[in-house]
């Protein structure tokens, strides 16, 4: 038995150089060593959540020091005392939270399209309360509000263990309000949502409708504002276009921070690609990857979707190779539930101007300038290569009612140009796949 503490003393010695003093007093400090033999170590935790957070946050870490203090490596059981579990009263909404302990800041893919509700989000964990009260989160679905509201949530638990952490949809807190009712335990309802530190709330806009929930909600929304308890809310959409939704609440949806999460662009759905692939240790080349993100662009749970399909057909098929013949097998059917983006000259005009910077309507104007006049010839090429209908006379129609010799000349120009300029190649290539990305 002293050998096994002498171990263990110098584990806790190297957990405590790897994680903040908060965390390793309220998770490491509490585990009492209790059994070694040549194979497994027994770690014994007072409660169900130090063990709930050691196996999802902790776990592979206590292993890694285990094995650098005593050169082997062990098998790890981790139990909890019997007499803490029995004796000690346990909070019911420790108990019954429902964080995903993988929706953490650390996992989550930030780009253009969510960066302000990631920045807001942590901000919010680092200062519960004292930034932004409520934090409303907006957005498609599968975009990654719950992952943000989530991440809020167990940055919370492992940094404020003794605070009390209650996530939520709006439609549990509605059937738990009806069955309070019903039961007649009101109070006990309104005590487990009105003694928390953080309340996570999912997907308000199914609110809408439901005149004794907004009720309800509207008195624990002030109750713990008034204490200064952080809100987090998400929706799909904004606060004022929630049918049916009272004005006062509609209110204080709006009184803190707003922060829309949007469809990821091609870099971002590129990042959630790599990542969730390395996660899932495959080895996939840049040349799938790229075509899977040019494929989905719909939201994060699709290209998710995605990963977990080639994996789950490269097993079917026994195989480790991912190559291209397999993943559009893999992918057949999710591709063809994707939204294809409609090319037309408008679009491509845009994005030529865009791309050179110019005003919204040079290309179509009456200018002649040597700024516009390559930008044009590039725009009414690019619609010869891309549009259903590239007709010279429709090109010249669309690019400011031009004739047809003049659309020619140009797409002509820029045709013969690119076999001797590569950088004029290069930038229309980069135009067509700016389009073709959306």
């Known amino acids: ?168 949809t709006s439609e549990k807190f509605t059937y738990e309000l009806v069955t309070a009712i019903r039961e007649k335990t009101n109070q006990a309802f309104r005590n487990k949502y009105r003694r928390v530190d953080l309340l996570l709330i999912d997907d308000v806009q199914f609110f809408a409708n439901k005149e004794l929930a907004q009720e309800e909600f509207f008195h624990t929304f002030n109750a713990l504002f008034e204490k200064d308890k952080q809100i987090v809310l998400t929706c799909d959409r904004l606060p004022s276009e929630i049918p049916q939704l009272e004005e006062r609440l509609k209110t204080r949806f709006n009184s803190g921070l707003l922060a829309d999460v949007q469809p990821p662009d091609y870099e971002t759905r590129m990042a959630i690609l790599k990542s969730k692939i390395q996660s899932e240790y495959l080895s996939v080349n840049d040349e799938i990857v790229e075509f899977i993100a040019d494929s989905i662009k719909s939201n994060v749970r699709d290209l998710e979707g995605a990963v977990k399909r080639i994996l789950v057909y490269a097993g079917i098929k026994r195989t480790n190779e991912i190559s291209m013949e397999l993943a559009t097998a893999a992918l057949r059917d999710i591709l063809s539930t994707q939204p294809r983006r409609i090319v037309t000259a408008a679009l491509i005009i845009n994005e030529v101007e865009r791309y050179f910077r110019l005003s919204k309507g040079s290309l179509v104007s009456k200018k002649r300038s040597k700024e516009i006049a390559l930008p044009r010839q590039v725009g009414m090429y690019i619609c010869r290569e891309l549009l259903d209908d590239p007709s010279f006379p429709k090109i010249g129609e669309e690019f400011g009612g031009r004739d047809h010799t003049t659309a020619m000349h140009n797409v002509k120009k820029i045709a013969e140009d690119i076999e001797t300029d590569q950088e004029l190649a290069n930038m229309v290539r980069e135009i067509i796949s700016n389009i073709k990305k959306g």
């Not at 203090?69 to 346990?90: Q, Y």
């Open 1 to 168: 038995m002293e050998e096994l503490k002498r171990i263990w003393k110098k584990v806790s010695e190297e957990l405590s150089k790897e994680i903040s003093a908060v965390s390793y007093d309220s998770w490491i400090k509490p585990i009492t060593p209790e059994e070694i033999d040549e194979t497994k170590i027994t770690l014994k935790v007072p409660f169900s959540v130090n063990k709930n957070m050691i196996m999802t946050k902790y776990f592979s870490l206590i292993e890694s020091c285990l094995e650098s203090v005593t050169s082997h490596k062990f098998d790890i059981e981790v139990v909890v005392d019997d007499a803490g579990s029995e004796h000690s009263e346990v909070d019911p909404i420790t108990v019954e939270n429902t964080l995903n302990p993988k929706y953490t800041f650390s996992s989550f893919v930030v780009g253009n399209n969510n960066n302000l509700a990631y920045v807001a989000s942590l901000a919010v964990a680092e200062r519960p309360a004292k930034t932004y009260n409520p934090l409303f989160l907006y957005g498609g679905s599968g975009l990654g509000k719950t992952h943000l509201m989530q991440a809020i949530g167990n940055y919370y638990l492992e940094n404020y263990p003794k605070k009390k952490v209650l996530y939520t």
